[in-house]
Every structure is written in C-alpha cells, then in structure tokens.
C-alpha cells in the first residue's frame, strides 16, 4: 500500500506508537507521543514511513538499503502479507 493509504489505517503499535491526529482533519501527520501516551484511549494513525516498523516491498540496491518509495510498503509488526 502507499503511504498515503497506510495513513488512513489505524496503528496497531504499542501505546506512544502512531499519531492521534486523525487523518482527515487537515493536521500535520506527525509522531507525538507525549500526546498518545497521555491519551491512550484515543485511536491511533499509522504514520507509515515515519515509523520504525515500516518496511518497504521494494529496494533498489540491497547492499545501500535504497528503497523504492513507488512500490509502496506495509506494517512490519505483523509480518509481510
């Protein structure tokens, strides 16, 4: 999936994982986990290739670790799909 479709999915991390703010409100997308720990009744976003869990389907060059941003990426928390 892209990063913009993975955005719209809710995190499935630990608390302080994700972004509370929802995908649709117009705010910037961005890792604040002081705010998701204090809330942790919120839902939480996926923040796709800003999260250390994200894995890339595709790679230019394996030896430079280059990813192909085009072929999108997935949620390596649970595994490759």
Do not use: F, Q
Request: hydrophobic share 25%; glycine share 14%; aromatic share 6%.
């Amino acid at each position: 999936m892209t990063e913009d479709e993975a955005k719209l999915k809710r995190c499935g991390g630990p608390p302080g994982c994700g972004t509370i703010i929802e995908p649709n409100s117009g705010g910037m997308h961005h890792n604040d986990v002081s705010r998701a720990l204090n809330e942790p009744n919120r839902p939480r976003w996926c923040v796709a290739s800003d999260c250390m869990m994200w894995r890339w389907n595709d790679w230019k060059n394996r030896k430079t670790l280059i990813p192909l941003k085009e072929g999108g990426g997935y949620c390596g928390l649970a595994g490759k799909p």
